[in-house]
């Protein structure tokens, strides 16, 4: 439609028979065509003009309602007194586009009548455009024939209107509401709508299927009360009036598996999890048992362990099409967070299989409705669904929904929207509300989500409507809060009885057979067995990960990390090698031109330069890698470069891509404006493949507040809690600059609060090599650890902070770097010890100010603290009795009060140990830049000359006093 003026900024559809898309919801668009073609042919496409024409001779097929609707529209605008006329003298055209009409509000607002809520106490606008009388029709035209503008063979092409009503009412308002009129794209939206029209009227289940769902909510049910019996006192957030769950995630992994599905990786929070664990994935109940008795091999057990319902598991399931390998993965109390953990965990395991589209590892996220409305890590995963760097294929996204979340006395404070689960609108994902106690349409809704997810690879959402049966935790009272809705919940039938009475009443299976189920199931559990015999344990395959390997960490380990120096020229080359028709950037071009001087020796290293010839020796060497931030592609401060983009045709080039022929993946990702969301897939991604420098870089080092959840009870704890590695590099740009409170601090002093147990490493490297050296002893260590860097700002381009070649050749990372000027060490009083930025500022004016009888020492890893090469400095400067640490944060934060006990240790009583550096402060750092510098040289100063802490503070705060009252 391309020639046609009036077709201009429309979808484009084309009007030939096979289209499917000249259906109801259309015929707004297609009647605004016609006017214009009545008004002037020529001013519609050629391919409208005939079919517009042919309207006249058409006979009755499947495109009627659109004709009929049509003419009515040409007769209205050809007629002054239209009104009238329609008002005194109706005929068919009129009647047929009002059932049009119906039909398409019906798709659309059919779910705000569905009976969807087993408690029936859910309030929901009831849409007066469902009612006959809003389309001119009434119950006087129940015994006219209509044509339904039907695409399948399930609903007649016509049909009297009473009929009409009945099918619409049967398909939309009964236990399914069926959200996906937002979905834009007309394909998957009539996919949608087709599929679920056939379903609802067709779709049955056999006998044996029903059975077994019987049997899944026995277990659910007998699982709850077996607790409840035994171990009345306990927590265990029971499932119970979500039962449905059960039988959903199990026939969820059944049909993926006959689909060719490999692995399912699930998250959810704690409510039900007891319960998936022993009835979906195959838990040992008499673990399970064990657990709630507090009964664990302590001489096996390290680190602190967590609660049972927080915990993971893995097996694999056997299926009709194959195994399939299922996790669950471990989740703190933080609920939602682990949503982004699992899509990062997917995406490895996708990569490991080369698996692109997402056919043979899903993802499955089961929320709270509370949670999933509430949490804002929730939208954020949302958004990394179709981006380039986080897409896994699509993710089935099942809801919980209770209808009270927490406590809330009335869902009207939970939430701005009608519905918990609007918030997936954003990404156009279609959303099912199902009956929670109808197992048939639950089932069959799930059914249609995976298939949906596995043709289009987009997020699904089934929203399960249900209850909970007691409170927030077994001790909670919810009547307190919600009375009506307990007075409700204490008449009701559970899941498993309505199911059983209704498959009795269909003569399925009789009421004893039914109760053979709850006692076989109790005998199971008595007798400790596993409940489900398809889950097979880990059996492993060839994509199965040895972590063992990893384990009890030596960290006194000496690691090389040096290069052979034709090895980084022969690489040096490469990166610096472009194809012939790339045009760069000229400050690109010279940065180059500046790499390839490098190369030969005839400049000295950048940090830019080191950190890139860093990957390019891990990926010669088997290691993939993995960064990921909001500018990681070129680097916040313009220094990486590790992605070219060419000027004139926008393409762009990845020379750590082009290395080899079969090379490890290199992938370097602009993140879209997320910390939360994104850390937790990085994070998910490196707990799940240990052969890739996995990074997360901050654009700030301050930015990683926004993931501080991920930081606290993940990549600290997730070993000691979870007995999961990780070795996550977190790259946290820090240093003070003037910049204000926001953009200094990387707020060392917190992830130096966190350690312990040697959980993970922190380092400021102060050098072009050492962050060379660094990065590859992360990856040859023989251990995976966290990994924690207070990484540079404006020492990228300082002219003190470089390194050589031959750098790269020799050694490793260096804990602690001794005094670099010749010094005598029998003249050193004061040994000054620091870290990062403010070392050059101390160097730099103890050289200009001719101070001879200080030394300054760098301590590049924090933790776990370098002890034994502390007390060797010492030892060196035996003359030394004052030692320093300096450092450019504020006393409260910053290494101070996390390492001073570590400093004090190797102290003779003859030291004395003194702070320099700026005066507590709520804030990170001044906004005022003047204010900045001053503080900046008084801190200097009482490093290299005050005689106490006291005074180095005092001269501190009196130089901050003295700048206030400037400004």
């Not at 504020?890 to 102290?907: D, F, K, T, V």
Request: charged share 25%; glycine share 8%; proline share 5%.
């Amino acid at each position: 439609m391309s020639d046609s003026k009036s077709d201009s900024g429309r979808a484009k559809l084309d009007p030939s028979p096979r289209n499917t898309l000249l259906g109801a919801e259309n015929a707004p668009y297609i009647e605004s065509l016609y006017e214009d073609y009545l008004a002037d042919p020529a001013s519609v496409s050629a391919k409208w003009r005939d079919y517009f024409g042919s309207l006249a001779a058409a006979s009755d097929t499947a495109h009627g309602p659109i004709r009929d609707a049509l003419a009515l529209r040409a007769r209205q605008n050809r007629s002054v007194s239209s009104a009238a006329t329609v008002a005194t003298a109706p005929d068919a055209s009129v009647k047929q586009a009002a059932v049009a009409r119906l039909v398409q509000v019906y798709s659309n607002r059919g779910h705000l009548l569905a009976d969807i809520d087993p408690l029936g106490l859910m309030r929901r606008p009831v849409p007066e455009v469902l009612e006959l009388g809003h389309f001119g029709l009434s119950s006087a035209d129940f015994d006219t024939e209509f044509y339904t503008g039907s695409r399948s063979d399930a609903i007649p092409k016509r049909m009297k209107l009473r009929d009409i009503v009945a099918q619409l009412r049967y398909i939309y308002c009964g236990p399914v509401g069926a959200e996906f009129a937002h979905v834009s794209n007309s394909a998957e939206r009539l996919w949608l709508q087709d599929r679920f029209q056939e379903g609802r009227i067709k779709y049955r289940f056999s006998a044996e299927e029903r059975k077994t769902t019987l049997r899944h909510l026995t277990a659910a049910e007998g699982l709850e009360l077996y607790f409840a019996t035994k171990y009345p006192a306990q927590k265990r957030f029971s499932l119970e009036g979500g039962d449905a769950l059960i039988p959903q995630l199990a026939d969820l992994i059944q049909q993926g598996g006959q689909r060719g599905v490999e692995e399912m990786v699930i998250g959810m929070a704690h409510r039900g999890r007891l319960n998936v664990l022993v009835n979906v994935v195959g838990k040992s109940p008499q673990v399970m048992f064990s657990e709630f008795e507090g009964v664990y091999d302590t001489n096996h057990m390290q680190g602190s362990g967590d609660v049972k319902y927080h915990k993971g598991f893995s097996t694999d399931i056997r299926t009709p099409g194959g195994n399939v390998h299922v996790g669950l993965a471990f989740n703190p109390s933080h609920l939602e967070v682990v949503n982004p953990v699992v899509e990062g965990s997917v995406r490895s395991r996708q990569e490991r299989r080369k698996d692109t589209l997402g056919d043979k590892v899903v993802p499955i996220l089961i929320h709270g409705d509370a949670a999933f409305a509430g949490q804002g890590v929730v939208m954020e995963t949302l958004q990394l669904s179709q981006a380039r760097g986080f897409y896994t294929g699509g993710t089935l996204h099942l809801i919980i929904n209770n209808q009270v979340g927490f406590t809330i006395s009335d869902p009207r404070d939970a939430r701005s929207t009608l519905y918990c689960s609007d918030v997936a609108k954003i990404i156009e994902a279609p959303i099912f509300h199902v009956n929670g106690d109808d197992p048939d349409a639950v089932l069959f809704v799930t059914r249609l989500a995976l298939d949906y997810r596995m043709t289009f690879h987009k997020d699904v959402v089934i929203d399960l409507v249900c209850y909970r049966r007691r409170g927030h935790n077994e001790a909670d009272e919810p009547a307190a809060t919600q009375p009506v809705m307990y007075q409700q919940i204490r008449q009701q039938a559970t899941t498993r009885q309505k199911y059983a009475e209704k498959l009795t009443a269909e003569k399925v299976i009789s009421m004893a057979e039914a109760d053979a189920m709850v006692e076989e199931y109790r005998r199971t559990l008595d007798e400790g067995k596993p409940t489900i015999s398809h889950a097979l344990g880990m059996i492993g395959n060839k994509h199965t990960v040895d972590w063992t390997k990893y384990q009890h960490a030596d960290w006194s380990q000496a690691v090389p990390t040096g290069v052979r120096i034709e090895k980084l020229r022969e690489l040096g080359e490469k990166l610096t090698t472009f194809p012939s028709n790339f045009t760069l950037h000229r400050q690109v071009s010279n940065i180059v031109q500046n790499r390839e001087k490098m190369t030969a020796g005839q400049m000295p290293l950048d940090w830019g330069y080191a950190e890139n010839m860093a990957y390019a020796t891990l990926l010669t060497e088997g290691y993939e890698v993995r960064i990921t931030g909001q500018d990681s592609g070129r680097g916040t401060f313009f220094h990486r470069h590790a992605v070219w983009h060419d000027q004139t045709r926008g393409e762009w080039y990845i020379p750590l891509a082009h290395l080899s022929p079969g090379q490890p993946n290199f992938r370097v990702t602009d993140s879209l404006l997320s910390e939360e969301a994104v850390m937790g897939f990085e994070y998910g991604f490196s707990t799940t493949e240990p052969n890739c420098l996995t990074i997360w870089e901050g654009q700030f080092g301050d930015f990683a507040n926004g993931a501080q959840v991920i930081i606290d009870q993940f990549i600290s704890s997730g070993e000691a809690k979870w007995g999961r590695l990780c070795g996550l590099t977190l790259m946290l740009p820090h240093g003070y600059e003037g910049q204000g409170p926001e953009h200094s601090s990387a707020r060392l002093e917190r992830f130096l609060q966190l350690c312990a147990e040697q959980n993970m490493q922190v380092v400021v490297p102060s050098t072009p090599a050492q962050m060379f050296h660094m990065l590859r002893r992360q990856m040859l260590q023989p251990f995976r650890k966290p990994l924690i860097v207070m990484t540079p700002k404006s020492l990228l381009r300082h002219k003190m902070s470089v390194s050589s070649l031959e750098d790269l050749t020799r050694g490793s990372f260096r804990n602690v770097i001794d005094e670099v000027d010749e010094v005598q060490p029998s003249k050193i009083t004061r040994v000054v010890f620091c870290s990062g930025k403010v070392y050059f500022d101390l160097l730099d004016s103890r050289r200009s100010d001719g101070v001879h009888n200080v030394a300054v020492v760098r301590i590049e890893q924090l933790y776990p603290f370098p002890a034994e090469e502390y007390a060797a400095i010492l030892r060196k400067y035996s003359a030394a009795r004052e030692v320093v640490w300096c450092q450019e944060e504020p006393q409260n934060q910053g290494a101070w009060y996390q390492i001073r006990h570590r400093l004090q240790e190797s102290l003779s009583p003859d030291h004395v140990l003194l702070y320099a550096g700026r005066a507590p402060a709520a804030a990170p750092a001044t906004g005022i830049f003047k204010m900045h510098v001053e503080q900046q040289q008084g801190l200097v100063d009482a490093a290299l000359r005050s005689t106490s802490t006291e005074e180095s503070l005092r001269q501190t705060t009196r130089l901050k006093a003295a700048a206030n009252r400037k400004n």
